[in-house]
């Protein structure tokens, strides 16, 4: 017997220039669930969203709650999914729509699912096109070539984290570094030397390193910046801006590891493997 409620959610993202980023299941989620409820700060996303929405509902001005003393913003969070499981409560398909991917550095939608589930309640998330794809594309690197390492940036600083400076490093948030509060959406020259101070530990300070943040539509610009790591606290830092660490240094052989690979007996043939699997 089938005792899943009624309700059902769906968190989607719609890239990060909307335009040709919103994967078709995406949109067809947008267009018939009973409610959108979105979290998109790009104002012609919004408006197109609104167009197609059967109806609509805006969470971005729940962030006026972090100018509330005592509040920060995991209390807007917790309302923000307060608002979508309600209209889960009530019966209703909703569809839960943020900016890039459903799922990275977007919390109201792991805790809505999580919420949902545990209530009853049908939910899943659709991926989407997030800034790191973004990134890789608009400044062309490959992080199959080093590896790469991502980490949100005042949690690199405040956590022994072990950094490889062979492979890419990507540091998100970098304009709220060093916020402890969680009452604020910026940073200041002081936190941010403590930043380079840490990144100097593996870094020589005239690194070059990518200030980047991705077009959010058509007419806007991508960001590029190259600066020195000893400039950071210097330069101007926005939420979205990602702050790309390229390696300095190259990899170093594992000798020891690649001898036992070469000590060992030859890998069969393709036909032999396919042979042995059936087998």
């Known amino acids: 017997m089938n005792t899943q409620k009624q309700g059902k959610l769906i968190c989607v993202g719609t890239g990060m220039r909307m335009a040709g980023q ?11 669930a009973d409610v959108v409820i979105a979290a998109v700060p790009n104002v012609f996303a919004r408006k197109w969203l609104q167009g197609i929405a059967k109806e609509y509902v805006c969470l971005l001005g729940y962030y006026s709650d972090c100018d509330v003393e005592g509040k920060n913003r995991r209390d807007t969070y917790r309302r923000m999914t307060e ?9 209703k398909t909703v569809c839960a729509a943020f900016y890039g991917h459903p799922g990275i550095f977007a919390c109201i939608s792991h805790m809505a699912i ?10 899943h998330m659709e991926p989407g096109i997030s800034a790191e794809d973004c990134l890789v594309a608009d400044i062309g690197i490959d992080p199959g070539k080093t590896g790469v390492q991502a980490m949100e ?28 509060s969680l009452k604020r959406f910026d940073t200041d020259a002081a936190r941010l030397q403590v930043l380079v101070d840490k990144l100097a530990r ?3 300070l ?3 390193v990518i200030l980047y943040e991705a077009a959010t539509h058509p007419l806007e610009q991508t960001r590029q910046d190259k600066i020195r ?18 390696p300095a240094a190259a990899m170093q052989f594992d000798q020891v590891i690649i001898d036992r ?19």
């Open 114 to 123: 999580e919420g949902a589930r545990a209530e009853g309640f049908s939910a």
């Open 22 to 32: 919103l994967t078709p299941i995406a949109k067809s989620y947008i267009e018939t």
């Open 206 to 208: 005239d690194h070059e």
């Open 153 to 180: 940036t005042t949690q690199f600083m405040i956590y022994q984290r072990k950094i490889d400076p062979t492979c890419l490093l990507i540091l998100w948030q970098p304009g709220l570094a060093g916020e402890l």
């Open 229 to 246: 790591l000893r400039d950071l606290p210097q330069a101007s830092l926005k939420q979205i801006t990602t702050l790309v660490i390229p």
């Open 261 to 279: 690979l070469k000590a060992l007996p030859a890998l069969g043939t393709v036909s032999e493997l396919s042979e042995a699997s059936v087998s």
């Open 202 to 204: 593996d870094y020589p």
């Open 83 to 91: 608002t979508i499981l309600q209209a889960v409560r009530e019966g």
